[in-house]
């Protein structure tokens, strides 16, 4: 833009001079107008208004062009300031898939608890569990079935001495301490 003002300038004022000077010379201003057109302290003027505008013309297109220190700094700068940017970005973003993946584990969870806390048939005597199509099924496989819970048998002391305390080979604990 200032380059263009200047060549604006410099071609509006030589269209003037040499305008003022050859219409003098056709006869539409007076003669001394020519006269003084014409001295040679006079002409130099747009001569040097010429080297005037090309020297800053040249100037400006080289601050233009050729770029500043600061300006390299800034560039980098911003070059570094993106990069964080990004590397910001893809840290959220990878925050964000893992924020869903344990969202979505805890969702299964608490499904899984409130299946466990719902009410549940199970039979006085036998202890069997009745599910959701009416079958009635070991408490063991429901649990299994519903948690990742795996069953292991044995017999309590006292449920091992109702079985078997009347047999001769079992000892008990009460044949153990007389």
Known sequence: MPILAIDAFRTLFESVYFGAWYTSVVGFFPKYVHDFLVRPECVFVPKFLNVVAAILVIFIVLRHWLPKEEEEEERQEHKNYMIKLENEIVERKKSERE????????????????????????????????????????????????????????????????????????EGTDNANP
């Open 99 to 170: 924020k869903g993946l344990l969202i979505a584990d805890l969702k299964t969870v608490l499904d899984e608890i409130n299946q466990l806390q719902e009410l549940l048939p199970i039979c006085a005597k036998c202890k069997r569990i009745r599910d959701e199509e009416g079958c009635w099924g070991q408490l063991e496989s429901y649990i299994e079935k519903y948690t990742q819970s795996k069953f292991s048998h044995g017999l309590c002391e006292q449920c091992a001495e109702e079985l078997y305390g009347n047999e001769d080979w079992y």
